[in-house]
């Protein structure tokens, strides 16, 4: 077997990467997704690289050893509301929980505004007398008859799935667990969540909506893998499947059923493992910005001291996810993203977008109105002859007239102007989003490495770098595929979590240990049953802190897998504080600190694609020059004549001064007037700005 393949789908494309291990080589593959079934779109690509290696579908895929895939399948089941009906089961007394929230209203002065809808109708949300003290005693016993009348209210209104969900049981799940045994014998085939189980954290409101969401995704994952692997093995692939997880990892078929919540924007989520492993491969920087622009979002992302940041205060749906998901921000800033203006003369583009169908309009598909993708098109950014590997010829009038119609006219201007206003528009949004992500992490852009990709990114991204000040670009070879090329390098990876409260003045070093040894018995258990070697394996260790009577808590790495003395804890201790200051630029030395949460996070190191190094071949790049063509840039004052190179071509150490255009198979590079890229030794576009 020779080749290993990692697919991503997205709103507009689905994207393959596929390294060939017999020769080093690694080649990328763009199809439409199919949004009715995703599926169909990821077959569409892989039959693109079976005629590419001159191989038979079955041929390609049963030569396959292995295949890795992400996608945005849950969250749009999620945002367009097309999931399972739930039933929730709660402790009696806190039946509002999905309605109240942690403040209720989104704005809570406003008095006029209603509560928002719960995920999960009062009337499928049953409460149960029980009750569970915060030390996991028991104050009231559970009321069974309550739980049998209660799932069978359920079943008669037909709902798909259960969620459990019971104050205080992740201090003692033994009613939640009780609860699902009653299921089991009312009703065998229904599925069940318990809160305890998937997520162990404090804050009822996070565990519930966790868990109803995770209910609610169970059936649309299950079927959407279910017919992938099917369509798979009818085709000739034999190896497992790897699904990638929203925290940066992969994960089995089975365990990503049992918890598809983690599915949720996983594709998206392999951009920052392709944003760190494109920097660790260049220069060994811990420190990297990844944006990733598509044809329907712009999506950024963090690595820091070379972890990727993760959060739990992901929103997505107008629900708290409540896990630890890749933290990113994103807009509804894409190529396909539809620009428009309002009845004050304002530009806006997104967040609605024309998707993969219709499409652009320069597709001649349908599209009537402008998108980003026209206007880079009408400013002489993306060639006319072809786009993607697809071939699919691009109609630069119909882009002229969608976006006189809906820009240049309502704006008095000509539709060259007009262009441009979408693009610069469009600019404003992603900078926005990147100096959020910024602002909410504490950093400062100047001091990261933007790693930049997705098949529009490149002609937008070197101008937004300078105007925020950042020092170094980089655009992958892989750009046009970032995620897929990103999964490839991902690691298998799952978390194992549990509540301690603990104060460091008041340390509870046997209590902390035996609870960081469990959690490190079932990190090694899920490694062992991964048949993961113990060469390629690391355990790493992680507490939640925050000083007395704060509200939210910080994540702090251990230094080892115990604390075992005061020297330890002080260590703890001391990297809060400097943790602290980081992110709020404060810290107070003298105070103690609070430990809620503990966690152990298992990761199995995966085979990796080893890229090969391109060969140098000196500055000049004059052997990649395609010619000239017109090409907007403001400050030259309209269009002038910019070179145009073929990036199949170029090797390391070459450098293109702008104005000039870079084409890829998958991916257009603008290169500014007055600036240069350098071609590094794996192939990247590289920048230095002063």
Not at 19 to 42: C, H, L, M, Y
Not at 327 to 350: E, F, Q, T, W
Not at 571 to 597: G, N, T
Request: hydrophobic letters at 40%; a negative charge; aromatic letters at 8%.
């Amino acid at each position: 077997m020779r080749f290993r393949v990692c697919s991503d789908v997205g709103g507009t494309f689905s994207d393959l990467f596929v390294f060939d291990e017999n020769n080093g080589e690694w080649n990328i593959f763009k199809a439409f997704t199919v949004p009715r079934r995703p599926s169909d779109g990821i077959m569409a690509g892989l039959r693109q690289a079976a005629d590419h290696y001159k191989l038979t579908l079955d041929g390609f895929l049963r030569d396959c050893v292995s295949l890795v895939h992400g996608s945005t399948v849950a969250l749009n089941a999620l945002i367009e509301g097309k999931v399972a009906k739930v039933g929730l089961i709660c402790t009696r007394g806190f039946r509002d929980i999905l309605t109240t929230r942690e403040q209720g209203r989104s704005e809570p002065f406003l008095w006029k505004t209603d509560y928002p809808d719960p995920f999960v109708p009062r009337y499928l949300t049953l409460p149960v007398t029980e009750r569970v003290n915060s030390e996991g005693g028991v104050e009231i016993p559970l009321n069974e008859d309550e739980v049998r009348a209660a799932v069978r209210q359920l079943k008669g209104h037909g709902v798909q799935a259960i969620a459990v969900a019971l104050l205080w049981s992740i201090t003692n799940g033994d009613h939640e667990r009780r609860i699902e045994a009653i299921i089991r014998e009312e009703w065998p085939e229904v599925p069940v969540v318990l809160s305890s189980q998937l997520n162990p954290i404090l804050r009822e409101y996070r565990r519930t909506s966790s868990t109803v969401v995770n209910a609610s995704l169970l059936d649309v994952i299950r079927t959407y893998v279910s017919d992938l692997q099917a369509q798979l093995s009818d085709n000739g692939y034999a190896c497992p499947l790897s699904l990638v997880t929203s925290a940066g990892g992969i994960a089995s078929v089975q365990d990503m059923m049992e918890r598809p919540i983690y599915s949720i924007n996983s594709g998206p989520s392999m951009a920052p493992i392709a944003g760190q492993t494109t920097v660790a491969m260049e220069q060994g920087i811990d420190n990297v910005l990844v944006v990733d622009m598509g044809g329907t979002s712009f999506d950024v992302s963090v690595v820091q001291d070379g972890k990727i940041n993760l959060s739990r205060e992901i929103v997505m749906g107008g629900c708290f996810l409540g896990v630890d998901l890749v933290d990113s921000r994103s807009v509804g800033s894409g190529g396909g993203s539809i620009a428009r203006v309002d009845a004050g003369g304002l530009v806006h583009v997104g967040p609605e977008s024309a998707g993969a169908n219709p499409g652009p309009a320069f597709y001649g598909r349908g599209g009537t109105r402008p998108t980003v993708s026209d206007a880079d098109l009408v400013l002489g950014y993306l060639n006319t002859e072809a786009f993607a590997r697809g071939g699919t010829p691009l109609d630069p009038a119909l882009s002229s007239a969608a976006i006189e119609e809906h820009v240049a006219k309502p704006l008095g201007i000509d539709v060259a102007q007009a262009a441009f206003t979408i693009w610069s528009t469009v600019n404003n949004d992603m900078q926005a989003a990147m100096q959020d992500l910024a602002i909410s992490r504490g950093i400062d852009l100047r001091d990261f490495v933007v790693v930049s990709g997705g098949g529009a990114a490149g002609m937008h991204i070197q101008a937004m770098a300078m105007e925020l000040g950042i020092r170094e670009l980089i655009i992958p070879k892989a750009a046009g595929v970032l995620s897929a090329y990103g999964g490839a390098f991902a690691d298998l990876v799952k978390e194992y979590s549990a509540i301690a409260f603990v104060e460091s003045n008041r340390f509870d070093f046997a209590g902390v240990n035996a609870l960081l040894e469990s959690l490190e018995r079932s990190a090694v258990a899920f490694l062992d049953g991964h048949g993961i070697d113990p060469a390629d394996r690391r355990l790493e260790y992680y507490a939640e802190a925050r000083y007395p009577e704060q509200i939210w808590e910080l994540p702090v790495p251990l230094r080892t897998g115990r604390i075992a003395d005061q020297a330890q804890l002080d260590a703890l201790v001391a990297d809060f504080h400097d943790i602290h200051e980081r992110m709020y630029a404060v810290k107070d030395p003298s105070q103690p600190i609070e430990c809620l949460h503990w966690k152990v996070r298992a990761i199995g190191a995966t085979p990796k694609p080893a890229i090969r190094k391109l060969p140098f071949g000196g500055e000049g790049a004059d052997h990649a020059l395609k010619g000239t063509r017109k090409a907007f840039f403001k400050d030259l004052g309209g269009f002038v004549d910019a070179a145009v190179y073929d990036g199949t071509r170029l090797t390391c150490g070459n450098r293109i001064e702008g104005p000039a255009v870079i084409e890829e198979p998958t991916t257009t590079v603008v290169v500014m007037p007055g600036t240069a890229m350098t071609v590094s030794e794996y192939g990247s576009y590289v920048s230095r700005f002063a």
